[in-house]
């Protein structure tokens, strides 16, 4: 280790960020920003409150909550044993066994159900490529302790509500998948079908496949492997095995959405790659992504709280996936971009910037947005050169600070994007005064 410290440390190659874990510069930055404002509101709004959890949890965890033979477990984490104390440690491949943890150490649920969400880095060990990065990132919305098919249609109908927001078109630019995975002894009964139904066809399965046969087979109807289409296609359908309160569920979730007017398909072979799982499973996708086309999936899971250590209770939520969400509004042409700054402000002279700053910081309090001209190496620059600056920042003012105005305790208000505006003066003293004619993003 400490060889590698010193090559690291001595080489003429610049560092490079890790394979699959990347930068977002200011403008693609300010694109999620956007996203991730909207959906703060339309959480709060549906009453949604925010926990935060560490991004490094107990290797553990994982496998007892998602399952010992799910590719997330078996492959996908970055894990390590702690060289201080011997804990076997994973950063987050996903958050709700994260949550679920905090929820019972806490003892959370003590005073009732909660709906929670949580917004962060995910990280996978996994080929990168087109909206798939080792460290992505998630928005995951939780509710807690709701066991009817009304919570489960919340969370779906809240998705269209952003979609709404974000201007994708349902049908269009992302579509829904529903399906039901019952409960534990219904999924038992269609476990040994398909495993029946698997090994009679043994010669057409490929090697993941074949592993997966005896450890999880459900799995196997997962597979993006185009050779088996046909085997899986004619495999036993898990909706066939569902008892009446498994149906009564569906039919129920299915009725409100019904009643919302949202489109839909049933997906028999619907399944999520974590086994904690039961009845309720959905998908959001999007046309525009190609194979990797879930932007957002999610369901029930109502013995993961127990499995975890906690009391019974029930559970349903979502993971959505900000990378493919961007890449969905790029194709669907809402890649929405940062508002320039309401006003550029120009400083002939850095004399005086005791006088203008205060100014400057009385009208960023009171909501406008300022962008300052600041000194180069070479001083602060002509008024022309500045001038040229205020105007490729998009702002839609310009404050002068010139020697004239100073002189007599103004400032000179010249807009930038209207041509027939006339330019006009306002007090430095009473900034708050006029903060209200500057247009605000």
Known sequence: MAERIVADKTGKSPPLAVKGMNDLLPDEAARWEWVEDRARNLLTRWGYRNLRTPIVEPTGLFVRGLGEVTDI????????????????????????????????????????????????PMFRHER?????????????VEALGYPGPDVDAEVILMLRAFWRELGLVEGRDIVLELNSLGEAEERRAHRAALVAHFEEHADQLDADSRRRLHSNPLRILDTKNAAMATLVDTAPR??????????????????????????YTVNPR?????????????????????????????????????????????????GLGMERLMLTLEAAGRAATQPPAAAY???????????????????????????MHAAGKDGQGSMKSQFKRADASGAAFALVFGPDELACGVVTVKPLRDAAAAQYTRPMADPRGWAHELRTP
């Open 73 to 120: 477990v078996e492959k996908e984490m970055f894990s390590w044993v702690d060289a201080m104390n011997g804990d076997a440690l994973s950063l987050r491949p996903e958050a709700t066994a994260g949550i679920v943890r905090a929820i019972n150490e806490h003892n959370a649920l003590y005073n009732g159900p909660l709906r929670i969400w949580q917004m962060g």
């Open 128 to 140: 990168p490529q087109k909206g798939r990065s080792r460290q992505f990132h998630q928005l995951d």
């Open 238 to 263: 898990l909706l066939d095995f569902l008892g009446a309160a498994s149906l009564a569920h569906f039919g129920a979730l299915r009725g409100i959405l019904d009643a919302c007017g949202l489109a």
């Open 270 to 318: 619907l399944v999520r790659g974590m086994d904690y799982y039961n009845l309720t499973v959905f998908e959001w996708k999007s046309p525009h992504l190609g194979a990797q086309s879930t932007v957002c999936g999610g369901g029930r899971y109502d013995q993961l709280i127990e499995t975890l250590g906690g009391k019974p209770a029930p559970g349903i939520g979502f």
């Open 345 to 371: 402000a120009i400083v002939p002279d850095a004399a005086v910037l005791p006088r203008v700053m205060p100014v400057l910081d009385a009208l960023r309090s009171a909501g406008v947005t300022v962008v």
